[in-house]
């Protein structure tokens, strides 16, 4: 379960959200600007919010009141970047460690095979970043985050950066992900069919707050077509 | 004409000496005023920045002098480091080395500073996400990324150090066998009749020398644009 209930201002733009998640995958609709980033960046602790509360599960990350602000290196939420953000001096296969070895998780082979084959990406592993395609490297942006053993997940409008065919390829992952990793999700995108497909619940976020919030379904059935840039 | 003499080899291991420990001792301070320097905004800034550079724009004999006043067996830091701590500087390689490592800090500085400042921050901001505390992200991010800079910067500081010649002799003197660098070498034979010949092949090492240093730090530029794409 997360629990969101932040204000942020940053410049003349505020973000002030919201929502409790109770589903395997919440989806955060919106088009460009929305604060969609902003809000996803607090909930990984990049960002701190002026004031507010979030938690997951039964642990406080952030709680304004309290003085609480746990730093993003010991949240243990696994992001996805738009832009993937792979280490370039490491190969794919000290990539997909690297969130390991940094959290003392202990080597285990089995998480390890079985990450790399929800994935598909047992032939990259001895590859260098520079040589993977747009969804190569997102799907092992995706295993790094996955083999941290991360509490949360957040992809940031993961496949945004790809056009629709290799966007087909990748939903059936993440997808398989949903239903086989047992990580809760926090997706984020501006296409609804994306989230029709994956989340379970939504969150419309318009100029920074919440414009809708319930089941994917109905949320989304409400959105005109030319709410979607 | 390439016979070279043991009082030539001796000043030209000498140099390598000088350049190679002050290069070295340099590096890690280099690396945290560099990083400080690309990473930080703070009050006097850019005053830490002209005092870098200052060695590149004094005389160096004013240099020279700063340092025998401040690190000579009278001076106010030199007489504590030799009565506590039992290190002289004045008139020993050792004080060759630290007036090569000043002299040469500034050109040491610019090229990790610059590969700092070209470290995508938004890696490091993965990294945090992934669990790596600020100093962990440091060394395995922010330094790897940045470390063809920090080589090019050793390299160049290091070339700096082999010619340096001003400061020295001003601080340490011109002692065959002890702070009488190839620089230093080259000027006494200059000053005496039927130097040329051993004053050329000094030339001529020195040449060597510093085009080697060019070509490797021109080698690991192009590295580290290589590195930042991932190849």
Not at chain 2, 118 to 139: C, I, M, N, Y
Not at chain 2, 166 to 175: D, E, H, K, P, Q
């Amino acid at each position: 379960m997360l629990r969101v209930d932040v204000f942020k201002k940053l410049g003349d733009f505020t973000v002030e959200v919201k929502f409790t998640g109770e589903g395997r995958v919440t989806g955060l609709f919106g088009s460009s600007g929305a604060g969609k980033t902003s809000l996803v960046n607090m909930i990984a602790g990049l960002l701190k919010p002026d004031r507010g509360f979030i938690a997951v599960g039964d642990e406080v990350l952030d709680d304004t009141l309290a003085g609480i602000h746990i730093p993003p290196h010991r949240r243990r939420i696994g992001y996805v970047f738009q832009d993937a953000r792979l280490f370039p001096h490491l190969s794919v296969l000290q990539n997909l460690h690297y969130g390991r070895r940094m959290n003392g998780v202990a080597y285990d082979h089995a998480h390890q095979d079985h990450v790399v084959d929800l994935l598909d990406i047992g032939q990259l592993l001895t590859r260098r970043t520079g040589q993977l395609s747009g969804g190569e490297r997102q799907r092992v942006a995706l295993g790094r985050a996955l083999l941290m053993q991360p509490r949360l997940l957040l992809l940031d409008e993961p496949l945004g950066s790809l056009d629709s065919a290799r966007k087909a390829e990748i939903l059936p992952y993440l997808i398989r992900l949903r239903d086989e990793a047992g990580v809760p999700m926090v997706y984020v995108s501006h296409d609804p069919n994306e989230l029709r497909r994956l989340a379970a619940q939504v969150v419309v976020i318009k100029r920074g707050h919440v414009a809708a919030f319930g089941d994917a379904e109905s949320v989304l059935a409400d959105i005109t077509p030319q709410f979607v840039d | 004409m390439f016979d070279i003499s043991p009082a030539e080899w001796t000043a030209v291991l000498l140099s390598l000496k000088v350049g190679l420990v002050a290069t070295l001792v340099a590096t890690p301070f280099g690396i945290a005023i560099a990083w400080l320097l690309a990473r930080y905004h703070f009050w006097g800034k850019s005053l830490v920045d002209a005092v870098i550079y200052l060695p590149l724009v004094l005389p160096p004999v004013v240099t020279g002098y700063l340092l025998l006043l401040t690190f000579g067996r009278r001076g106010l830091v030199g007489g504590w480091l030799a009565d506590h701590l039992g290190i002289v500087f004045a008139f020993r390689w050792t004080g060759a080395a630290l007036a090569c490592g000043i002299m040469s800090f500034p050109l040491l500085v610019r090229p990790i500073r610059l590969s700092i400042e070209a470290v995508d921050r938004k890696l490091e901001q993965a990294a945090s996400t992934l669990g790596a505390a600020p100093w962990k992200v440091f060394l395995t991010v922010t330094l790897p990324l940045a470390l063809p800079g920090v080589l090019a910067g050793m390299v160049l500081g290091f070339a700096k150090a082999i010619g340096e010649f001003g400061a020295t002799i001003t601080f340490v003197s011109n002692i065959p066998g002890e702070t009488q660098t190839i620089s230093a070498a080259i000027y006494t034979l200059t000053q005496v009749p039927d130097g040329d010949a051993a004053a050329l092949r000094l030339v001529a090492i020195s040449i060597v020398i510093s085009m080697i240093a060019l070509v490797t730090s021109e080698w690991f530029a192009r590295r580290a644009t290589q590195r930042m794409h991932g190849r």
